[in-house]
């Protein structure tokens, strides 16, 4: 309980600055050009941008039919991969990448960094930053540690390298074996603007869940964008 109150913190106060300046991002092309009134845009209730993030892939089987399922829903999300997956299997992460989703970095051997040196987290982050590259040609903008476990250390060799530490703050908790059902009322019954969810590749009920989670989200005005459109489209 403690840590998730400190996870949803650090993601305001890493973030929450960005968003208050961000302008739409699904509404961007409804703004007249030439209207530089920020604050009539944040009253803008077509903007309601939030992201879906899918941790601990690429999985053989998941990934390409949750890739599937978001094309069936003209939805755009993100993957933090875990570095010896994506090596294993570049040819899902060349597909995430090509698709539109945000390719992210959620380190090599999903180890907790909260235990590991200084230079074993850097190692991590820069083995999953170079694996990443190689298979897509970019360097991913954002990182998540394994578990959300992290420390100053973590977020310094993050930061060294030009990485952006992303948390959630809403946990659908798909990995703990609950229905899909329960993901679905966890993720939408505390919706806002700029909300983060965690899901995981590997799960059948997460897949289960998406559908329900993308109707009811856009039933209440939500618009899905990648972590890339969330935090640098302003
Ligand atoms: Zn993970």
């Not at 309601?48 to 978001?70: M, V």
Request: hydrophobic share 40%; charged share 20%.
């Amino acid at each position: 309980m403690r840590t998730k109150k400190y996870q949803l913190l650090i993601i305001y106060l890493l973030f929450f600055p960005l968003l208050l300046l961000e302008r739409p991002v699904m509404g961007y092309s409804e703004i007249p050009p030439g209207n530089t009134d920020m604050y009539a845009v944040k009253q803008d209730t077509t903007y309601r941008a939030i992201a879906l993030t899918f941790d601990d892939g690429p999985h053989l089987c998941y990934t390409p039919r949750i890739l599937d399922e978001l094309k069936k829903l003209n939805v755009k999300a993100s993957f933090f991969l875990v570095g010896k997956l994506a090596m294993k299997h570049p040819e899902i992460v060349r597909r995430i990448h090509e698709e539109g989703h945000t390719v992210c970095n959620h380190s090599y051997n999903h180890w907790n960094m909260k235990r590991l040196s200084y230079s074993r987290i850097l190692f991590e982050w820069r083995l999953c930053n170079e694996i990443i590259e190689k298979i897509t040609g970019s360097f991913p903008e954002f990182c998540r540690p394994p578990g959300g476990n992290y420390n100053n250390k973590v977020l310094k060799a993050a930061d060294h390298l030009g990485l952006i530490p992303v948390f959630w703050n809403i946990n659908s908790e798909d990995c703990s074996g609950i229905s899909a059902e329960k993901i679905v009322r966890r993720v939408t019954a505390s919706l806002e603007p700029g909300s983060v969810i965690l899901l995981h590749d590997g799960f059948e009920n997460t897949l289960l869940a998406l559908p329900s989670i993308v109707a009811k989200a856009k039933s209440q005005g939500y618009s899905f964008v990648t972590l890339h459109q969330l935090f640098r489209n302003f």
